[in-house]
C-alpha cells in the first residue's frame, strides 16, 4: 500500500449491520431483546448466588463471574450498535479502537473487531496475520484441551452412575453446556484462524453476532435452567417476592 494512500484518523465510522432503512426497527427490537434477556439474565444469576447463602460454593463463585464478564462484554458492545442504527453520526473515538496508520477510517462491521481493523491498516499485515494465528490458536488448544479434561472426569463420573434417570440428566446438561462452549469456540476460530485479507466481512459480522450478543445470553438461562439449586432458590425468591406484594 503506497504511503500516499494512508491518513492520520481521529475516529472511525461503523458501517454496522446493514444500511437498509427498513431494516433498522427490526434489527434494533431483535438485539434489544437480546440485550434485555442478557441483562436480566446475567445480572440476576449474580444477584441470586451473592444473595443466596447457600449458593456461596465454588462453581457458584465461578458461575458468577462468569456472568458479570458476559454482562460487561456485552454492554461494551451492543448498546453502541444500538446507538449507530438510528443515529446519523456512527462515529467511535480513536482511542475507543486503541489503534495507529490507516487507509480508510470506514470499518465495515459494527465494533472494532480486529479483523476490519486490520484490513484497514496501510502496512503489510502478513507478520500481524501470522502472531494472531499462533496467539489464538495457542489459546484456544489450551483452553479446549482444559474443557475436555474436565468433561471426560464428568464422563467417566456419570458413567459410574447406577441411576439411569441420573445419568440421563446428567447427559442432558452437559450436552446443553458442550453446545453453548462449541458455537463459542467455533465462531473464534472461524474468525480468528484463517487468512483475514480472505475474509468476508459480512459474513464475519453474522459470526460475531454469536460470541458477542447470542452466547453470553445463553449461558445464564442453561446453567441456571439445568441447575436444581439455582432453580429452587430463583423459585423461593419468586415465590417470597408475590408472597409479600400479596400481603402488602
Known amino acids: 500500500m503506497a504511503k500516499e494512500n494512508c491518513s492520520i484518523v481521529t475516529e472511525f465510522i461503523l458501517l454496522g449491520l446493514s444500511d437498509v432503512p ?88 459494527f465494533f472494532c473487531d480486529l479483523p476490519p481493523l486490520l484490513n484497514l491498516a496501510c502496512s503489510d499485515i502478513s507478520v500481524n496475520e501470522v502472531l494472531l494465528f499462533i496467539v489464538v490458536n495457542f489459546n484456544e488448544i489450551i483452553t479446549i484441551t482444559i474443557i475436555l479434561t474436565s468433561y471426560l472426569s464428568i464422563l467417566i463420573t456419570i458413567l459410574k452412575m447406577r441411576s439411569a434417570e441420573g445419568r440421563r440428566k446428567s447427559f442432558s446438561t452437559c450436552a446443553s453446556h458442550l453446545t453453548a462452549i462449541v458455537v463459542f469456540h467455533g465462531t473464534i476460530l472461524f474468525i480468528f484462524c484463517h487468512p483475514i485479507s480472505g475474509t468476508s466481512l459480512d459474513i464475519g459480522k453474522v459470526t460475531t453476532i454469536l460470541y458477542t450478543m447470542v452466547i453470553p445470553m445463553l449461558k445464564p438461562l442453561i446453567y441456571s435452567l439445568r441447575n436444581k439449586d439455582l432453580k429452587e432458590t430463583l423459585r423461593k425468591v419468586v415465590d417470597s417476592k408475590m408472597l409479600s406484594r400479596v400481603l402488602t
Do not use: W
Open 22 to 109: 427498513e431494516l433498522r426497527v427490526p434489527l434494533s427490537l431483535v438485539f434489544l431483546l437480546i440485550y434485555g434477556v442478557t441483562v436480566l439474565a446475567n445480572v440476576g444469576m449474580v444477584a441470586l448466588i451473592q444473595l443466596s447463602s447457600h449458593l456461596h460454593a465454588p462453581m457458584y463463585f465461578f458461575l458468577s463471574h462468569l456472568s458479570f464478564m458476559d454482562f460487561c462484554y456485552s454492554s461494551i458492545i451492543v448498546p453502541k450498535m444500538l446507538t449507530n442504527i438510528f443515529t446519523k453520526d456512527k462515529s467511535i473515538s480513536f482511542q475507543g479502537c486503541m489503534i495507529p496508520g490507516y487507509k480508510s477510517n470506514v470499518i465495515n462491521h
